[in-house]
C-alpha cells in the first residue's frame, strides 16, 4: 500500500479546503466593503483556481486509493473485484463449485465441487501423498471427525477455540466484532476522502492490531466509532467469545458431549505412542492424515477461503528436540524464494527473495527440519500451478505465535483477497504431546538408549514428614506436593536461604498462601547417578495444508482470458498444469460424421484403459466453440478426429496442434500429462507446420 | 442352517427324556412293591440305556448347533469365533486400524486406519474411481457432512432415521431392543439343549421377523421371554424410536439445526438440475460421490461393521422411467455368479450361479440398467480380492423394501459374522428427486424433446366452481382439489358414474368425510392435443458402498495362516492383490554391510521415482522374520539385497525367488504391482531353479 503517497494527498488536500475557506472569507468580506468590481472578480477567479486545484487532489487521492486494490494479473493491472467475478462467474457456471443446497436457498459457508472441481481437488490430493507421504515414507492415518470433548479440552479447543461476536440488540443477528471494526476502517479509508492524515493513520493503525484487541477494547472501539448493525442500524452488545466448534452428542444418552474436530492434528497426536512403536520405535517420523475439519463461523465470507467446512492435510513429524538437522535438507537449500522473517515486518520493509539454506544459516528460520518443509512446500505450492512471484512464506509475529512454538511460517498466497494463508509451518515443541500425557494420564514420550550408560546429576527433594505434618497438620499434604514440584532453579534457592537463614517463606499455590519451611522440614540434594536411556517428550513440526484454499488461489493464478477470433467476446482459460487439471484431454469428431464419430469412441477407449480422463463431445457445434468450452475447464489438449487414420492434438496455451495416428494419441497424451514428456518434446517430434490442421476459425 | 436334523434331535432328545421319566416311574414302583432284584436289575439297565441314548443325542445336537457356528476357510472348518479374533489381534497389532481415542478409553463405534489400513482404504477408493466413475464418465461430486435439517426433513431422514431403544429402567443405560431379542432367541438356541422342537421354531420365526416387529411388538416379546438388562438384570423400558442422525446447530444463533449426513446421497440429488445441464441435459447419466456418512448408533458391536462414523461412496444413476436399458449391459450379461432371488429365499431354497443375461431376460432383475450394475459390482469386488463362493446377490423381500423402490439387490459377503451387507443396488424410482422437487419447489425434472410433435391424449378435470362454492360453500377448495387430484382411473369410473346416475359419493380426504358431487358440478373429458416435448422426474439407481464393510470382509478372505520352517509357530498371512496391498514391497538387506545398505537405500529411491510403496527394513533380524513381517502386511513382494549387482524378488504366497539386477528392479516390481504383467510372466522370464537364492531358514 502506497501509504506516504496518500499520506501527502490528505495533508493537501486539507490545506486546500482550508485555503478555499478562508478566501471565500476574503470574497465574502469584499463584497460587504463594496470593493470595486475588478477586484472581486479577480479573488472570485482565485477562489475557483483554488476548487479546481481542490479536485485535483482528491482525484490523484482516489487514484492511489483505489490502486490499493487494483490487482496484477500477468502484466496487466485490472480491478480486484472485477477480476475476482470474472473468476468466479466461470467457476460456478461451470461447476467448479457450487453453493451448497441451492434448491433450499443455501447455506453461508457450505460447498459443493462440482464434477471439475472435484477433480482438481482429487489431482492435488494425490499429488500430496505422492510428494510428501509417499517421498518421505510417512505414517498415514484417518481418524474420525467425531470427537469425544476430553480430546478437545486437552488440546485447548474447548476453552479457546472462539472468535468475538456481538449480536444486533433487536433481531438477534450475529457478527464477528472484528469483521465490523475492519470493514468500518477499511471504508473509511477508501470512500471518505475528508479524512485527516492523522486520522487516516489511526484507522490503520487499527487495522494493523486488530487481532490482538480483547473483547473489551474491541467493545470500547465499536462504541468509539459509533458502529452499528451493518443490516438494521441497530445498536450492538459488547463482544463475546463464541466457540466455532460444531458441537453434538455421542450415543443415545446425552452425557457425552462431541464436536466435528475442528482440525486432523489431534487424531495423530493420540495415537504418538502406536505410531512410535510401528516405526521401530526410532525418531524423527511423520504421519499425516488427509481429512474433513470443521469450524461454525459466525458469519463466513470471502467465498471459498472461509468455509464452515474444509478438507486438511496435516503431517506431524516428531522429532528429537536436541537434534533437529534433517538429512534431506542439502536436496532443498538452494531453493531461493519469497521471505518475509518478522524483523522485515516490524521494521516495515517487503519480503525478498532468500536463500532457505541462508534463512536456516542465519538462524532465520529456526531449524533444518522446519526448513526442509519450508522447501518442500515451495515445491509442492509450485507445481501445482500457482505463481513464484504471488507466493511468499511470513514468519509470524511473537504476538501471533502459540506461547509454546518454537518458530512458525505461513505459505501466504496473493489473491484477489489479499495474501491468505494457505498452509501453516509451525514447530509446536512438545506442546501437543504433553499436553495429551496430562490429561490421559498415558505418557507419550520417545527413549533414546545410550550405547554407553551416562553419569547424570539429579535433583532429589526430600521433605521431611513427621516435621511437615506437626507445623502443617491438615494442609501437610498440600505443603509436601509443592516442596516437591519445584524446579531446579527454586530448589537450589530455597537449599541456599536455607543454609543461610535456617527458614524461607514459601508460597503454596493450591492453597493460596506463604508458609514458613524451616530447615529440618526438607533436605535438598544433587546426586549423580548412570542413565541407560533418556527419556523424553518429541517435538513435532506442523505443516498444515488448506486444501480448499490452495486451491482456490490456484484457480486465480491459473485463470486469464483472450479475445476470440472474431474479437467480439472475451474467452476464459484456466491454466492449470496437466497435473492438476480435471480432465486431460477431450476427444471431437471435426464434424458429425458415423465414421468420424467411430474413431472418436476407439479413442475414448483407449484413454480409459491408459487411465485419462476425457471428455467426449460428439455435437455439432463449431470446432472453435467446443475449443473454448474446453479451455474454461483447463483441459491441457484436444483431440480433433478429422480422418479416420490420424488425428490432431492441440495443446491450450499455445493452440499449437501436432498431427499423430490414431493408435499412438493415448500414449502420447499420457507421456505428456503423466510428466514423462514435456509438451516441447512431443512438439520436437510431431509438429509440421504445414499444411493447417484443424481451423479455430469460429474461435 | 441344518435346521430340520436339528429339529428332529430335539424332538428325539424329548422322546428320550419322557421315556427315562417314565422308566423311573417304573423302577421306583417296583423298589415299593418289593419286586425281585434280578427284575429291578433289569429295569435299572434299561434306564441306564436310555440314559446313555440320550446323552447321545444331547451330543449330536450340540455338534448340530455347533456346526452352523463353524467356519469354513479354504477347505478348512474351524471355529467362526478363533478366526476372527486371529484376524482382528494381526489387524490391530499391525495398526490395519486403532480403537479411536484409545488412551482416553475410546469410543464405542470410532476406529481410526492406521498406516497400513489407510493405504489398503486409499487404494480400494483410487481402484473405485478407475472401476466406476472413469470408465464410465460419470460426474463426480463432493459435498459437506454438515447439513440443514430441511434436507434430511425432504429425504424422510429427520422422521423416520431411527432404531428402537429400550432403557434400563434403573441406571439408564441404552440398548437397542432388537439385538436384545435377537441375542436373547439366539442364546436359548445354542446353549439351552431342553427346550423343544415347537419352541426353537418359534425361537427361529422371531429371528426371521425380527426387522418386522413394531415397538409394541418388540415390548411385547421382551416381557414374554423376560429379557432383562445385560449387565444389570434391571426391567426395561417400553421400546422407543431413536433418531441415529448426530445433530448439531449451523451458525452462532442456535436457531438453524443441522445433522451429520447419515448417507451421501442427499448432497447428488439437490445438485441434480445443475449436473443435467453439465452434462448436456441428457439422459442417463451417473454422478458419484464418496465421503464420511454419520450414524449415532445406540450401542455399537461387531467391530468395524457397525459404526457411528464410514466411508460410504455412491453412485446415483438417473435415467429414464420409459427405458432402462443400458448400452453396454452385453459386456456384462455373461458373468455368472450367486444370486439369491426374493422366490428362493421365501421358498427356503439357497441362493445359486445365475448368469446375469438370464437373470434379466427372466425379470428376476427388474431391469438392464440395474442388471448392470450388479455386474460391475461383482467384478469390482473380485478384483479386490473377494472370494466368488462367498459373494452373493440377494434381492429384498417385498417388506424390507422401501414402498417407492422398483427393486433392490444386496452384494452380501460372507464373514465371521456370517452374511454382510456391504452393497446395495436400487432401483429407487423417482421418489427422491419427487420428494426435494415437493419439499423446495424447485423442479427436478428432464425433457424429452420430440423430433416430430406427438398427438397425445390428455385427461382434462373441470370443476364448476359456482355449482361446487353453493354445494359446498367452506369446504369449496378442499372439493376442488380433490376433484382435480383424481387420477385417470378415478376421474373416468366418475364419469361413467355421473352419466349412468347423475351424482355419485366422494371420498374428501383432507375434510375425511364423502360427499355427494352432482353432475352438473364437474365436467371430465379427454381432449387430444399436440405435444412438443415430455418432462418427467428421472428414475435413479443407486449402487451404494459401505467402504469399511467391504475392507473389513476383504481382510477375513484374505487372511490365512501357514506352519512356520521350525513348526513351532502359526505365521500370520494376507494374500492381498497387488492393486490393494498398502505396501507392495519391501526392501531388505541380506545382512547390515554398508554396501548392502547402499544398494537398498538406491532401490528406494528408484521405488519412489516409479510412485511404488515400499518398506525398507535394514534391521540385523532374520531373513526369515523380516519376510514373516512383511506377509502380515500382505505385503506381496520381498527385494533383498544379497550382492551389490543383482537382488532377489520373492512372492508371498509361493514363497518362490526370481533374481533380477539392481537397475531393473523396480521396473519388475512396476510391471506385476501395476497389472502390466503377471507373476507367472515374471517367473517365466526371470526364474532359475539353482542355485537356491536367500533360504528362509528361520521361518
Chains 1, 2 share one sequence.
Not at 170 to 197: M, V, W
Not at 217 to 241: C, H, R, V
Not at 257 to 280: C, S, W
Request: charged letters at 25%; aromatic letters at 8%.
Amino acid at each position: 500500500m502506497d501509504s506516504t503517497n496518500e499520506d501527502a494527498l490528505r495533508r493537501e488536500l486539507a490545506e486546500k479546503q482550508t485555503a478555499i475557506a478562508a478566501q471565500a472569507d476574503v470574497v465574502k468580506e469584499l463584497k460587504a466593503q463594496g470593493a470595486a468590481k475588478e477586484i472581486i472578480d479577480a479573488t472570485i477567479e482565485a477562489l475557483k483556481a483554488l476548487k479546481a486545484e481542490k479536485a485535483s487532489v482528491e482525484r490523484r487521492l482516489q487514484i492511489v486509493i483505489l490502486s490499493n486494490t487494483a490487482y496484477q494479473n500477468g502484466n496487466a493491472f485490472i480491478n480486484k473485484d472485477a477480476f475476482r467475478q470474472a473468476v468466479v462467474n466461470t467457476l460456478e457456471r461451470r461447476l467448479f463449485y457450487i453453493p451448497s443446497f441451492n434448491i433450499y436457498g443455501g447455506v453461508a459457508g457450505l460447498y459443493d465441487y462440482g464434477p471439475p472441481g472435484c477433480g482438481v481437488k482429487s489431482n492435488v490430493l494425490a499429488f500430496w501423498r505422492q510428494h510428501f507421504v509417499l517421498e518421505e515414507n510417512m505414517l498415514e492415518v484417518d481418524c474420525p471427525c467425531v470427537t469425544p470433548e476430553i480430546v478437545l479440552k486437552a488440546s485447548g479447543h474447548v476453552d479457546k477455540f472462539t472468535d468475538l461476536m456481538v449480536k444486533d440488540e433487536k433481531t438477534g443477528n450475529c457478527y464477528r466484532a472484528d469483521h465490523l471494526l475492519k470493514d468500518f476502517c477499511k471504508d473509511k479509508l477508501e470512500k471518505d476522502l475528508s479524512i485527516s492524515a492523522e486520522k487516516a493513520a489511526e484507522l490503520n493503525h487499527v487495522l494493523a492490531i486488530l487481532d490482538d484487541l480483547s473483547a473489551e477494547e474491541l467493545g470500547n472501539k465499536i462504541k468509539e466509532y459509533g458502529i452499528t448493525a451493518p443490516d438494521t442500524k441497530n445498536q450492538l452488545s459488547e463482544p463475546y467469545p463464541f466457540n466455532l466448534m460444531f458441537q453434538t452428542s455421542i450415543g443415545p444418552s446425552g452425557l457425552s458431549p462431541g464436536y466435528m474436530r475442528p482440525e486432523t492434528a489431534q487424531g495423530i497426536f493420540v495415537n504418538f505412542k502406536d505410531l512410535y512403536y510401528y516405526n521401530g520405535s526410532k525418531l524423527p517420523f511423520a504421519a499425516a492424515q488427509i481429512g474433513q475439519a470443521f469450524r461454525n463461523e459466525i458469519s463466513p465470507r470471502q467465498g471459498l477461503l472461509r468455509v464452515r467446512e474444509f478438507t486438511l492435510a496435516e503431517i506431524e513429524h516428531f522429532v528429537d528436540p536436541d537434534d533437529k538437522s534433517h538429512p534431506k535438507f542439502p536436496e532443498v537449500e538452494n531453493l531461493e524464494f519469497l521471505m518475509f522473517p518478522r524483523e522485515a515486518q516490524v521494521s516495515g520493509q517487503s519480503a525478498r527473495r532468500m536463500r532457505i539454506g541462508e534463512a536456516v544459516s542465519r538462524g532465520i528460520v529456526n531449524n533444518e527440519t522446519l526448513g526442509y518443509f519450508v522447501g518442500r512446500v515451495y515445491l509442492f505450492l509450485i507445481c501445482l500451478g500457482i505463481g513464484k512471484e504471488r507466493l511468499r512464506f511470513r514468519q509470524h509475529l511473537a504476538n501471533e505465535m502459540a506461547h509454546y512454538a518454537t518458530d512458525c511460517w505461513d505459505a501466504e498466497i496473493e489473491c484477489s483477497y489479499g495474501w491468505i494463508e494457505c498452509v501453516g509451518i509451525a514447530d509446536r515443541s512438545a506442546y501437543d504431546l504433553r499436553a495429551h500425557t496430562d490429561k490421559s494420564g498415558v505418557s507419550l514420550v520417545a527413549q533414546e538408549k545410550f550405547a554407553e550408560p551416562r553419569e547424570i546429576e539429579e535433583l532429589v527433594i526430600s521433605p521431611v514428614k513427621k516435621e511437615v505434618g506437626l507445623a502443617f497438620k491438615g494442609d501437610q499434604r498440600m505443603v509436601i506436593e509443592a516442596l516437591e514440584a519445584m524446579d531446579e532453579r527454586e530448589a537450589m534457592k530455597m537449599k541456599a536461604a536455607l543454609e543461610s537463614h535456617g527458614e524461607v517463606r514459601f508460597r503454596i499455590c493450591t492453597l493460596d498462601k506463604d508458609v514458613t519451611i524451616k530447615k529440618n522440614m526438607v533436605s535438598i540434594s544433587k546426586e549423580r547417578k548412570k542413565e541407560h536411556q533418556r527419556v523424553f517428550t518429541p517435538s513435532v513440526i506442523e505443516p498444515s495444508f488448506g486444501i480448499g484454499r490452495i486451491i482456490y488461489c490456484l484457480y486465480e493464478h491459473c485463470f486469464y482470458t483472450r479475445p476470440s477470433k472474431a474479437g467480439d467476446e472475451q474467452l476464459n482459460v484456466f491454466r492449470f498444469p496437466s497435473l492438476v487439471a480435471p480432465i486431460k484431454c477431450t476427444v471431437f469428431p471435426l464434424v458429425q460424421n458415423p465414421e468420424y464419430e467411430q474413431v472418436a469412441k476407439h479413442i475414448a477407449k483407449l484413454l480409459t484403459t491408459a487411465g485419462i480422463s476425457y471428455k467426449i463431445d460428439m455435437t455439432g457445434t463449431s470446432i472453435g466453440k467446443r475449443y473454448a468450452r474446453t479451455d474454461e475447464l483447463g483441459v491441457p489438449f484436444a483431440i480433433t478426429v478429422d480422418s479416420t487414420s490420424s488425428v490432431t492434438i492441440r495443446e491450450r496455451d499455445s493452440k499449437v496442434q501436432i498431427r499423430v495416428t490414431v493408435e499412438e494419441v493415448a500414449s502420447v497424451i499420457k507421456e505428456v500429462t503423466d510428466g514423462q514428456s514435456t509438451w516441447t518434446d512431443v512438439l520436437y517430434k510431431y509438429y509440421t507446420p504445414a499444411p493447417a490442421l484443424v481451423s479455430e476459425e469460429d474461435e
